[in-house]
């Protein structure tokens, strides 16, 4: 299998997460009304809940207006996620768990994307969890299955980065 082609075999992670997240969505739109709990988890730790969020991560941006949303929230992560495609192919630098977190990434920056694109009341949340407090927050703000990809796999990446240079400082000494 030439570079190029095992290298776009990560892709398959950025569909399959792809599909989880509006799978998971479509689910919410159906069954649970908006700014309604759906389902109430672990004594009220864990909410389902219907939300839409016209902004990026917590809300931010949900008051700006419409055509300074389409550039900010759509159009720029349109060409940073095409971006991100190209170089998760084309680069020689990445490990094989930095190729896959990137992918990771991607799946869920396009999930977020697709509600941008295609459902003007917004993105789609419905998880919340309680935070008992922490930073003055009763409740973490609510997110989807993509926020949580972008997380994770953004922690994965930002750890391997770290390691990575660790070793070449020790490699330097």
């Known amino acids: 299998m030439n570079k190029n082609r ?8 950025s569909a399959s997460l792809l599909l989880v997240d509006q799978i998971s969505k479509k689910l919410i739109i159906d069954n649970i009304p908006v700014n309604t709990i759906g389902f109430s988890f672990l004594n009220d730790f864990l909410w389902i809940v219907h939300v839409k969020n ?5 809300s931010l941006g ?6 300074l949303r389409i550039i900010l ?11 991100l495609g190209f170089y998760i192919v084309r680069t020689d630098t990445l490990t094989s768990l930095q ?26 949340d419905f998880v919340s969890v309680r935070f008992y407090g922490l930073f003055g927050m009763e409740r973490f703000p ?7 990809s972008i997380v994770v796999f953004g922690i994965l990446i930002l750890i391997t980065f770290l ?3 660790r070793k070449k400082n020790e490699q330097k000494t």
């Open 62 to 67: 949900d008051s700006v207006p419409n055509v």
């Open 142 to 148: 609510v997110f989807n299955v993509a926020d949580s």
């Open 163 to 165: 390691i990575e240079g």
């Open 54 to 58: 016209l902004g990026v991560a917590f």
């Open 73 to 83: 929230f759509i159009i720029i992560p349109l060409i940073v996620m095409g971006g």
């Open 6 to 13: 095992s290298r776009s075999f990560t892709f398959i992670l």
């Open 99 to 124: 190729r896959w977190s990137l992918a990771g990434i991607l799946g869920g920056g396009i999930g977020n994307l697709i509600d941008r694109i295609f459902r003007s009341d917004g993105v789609v």
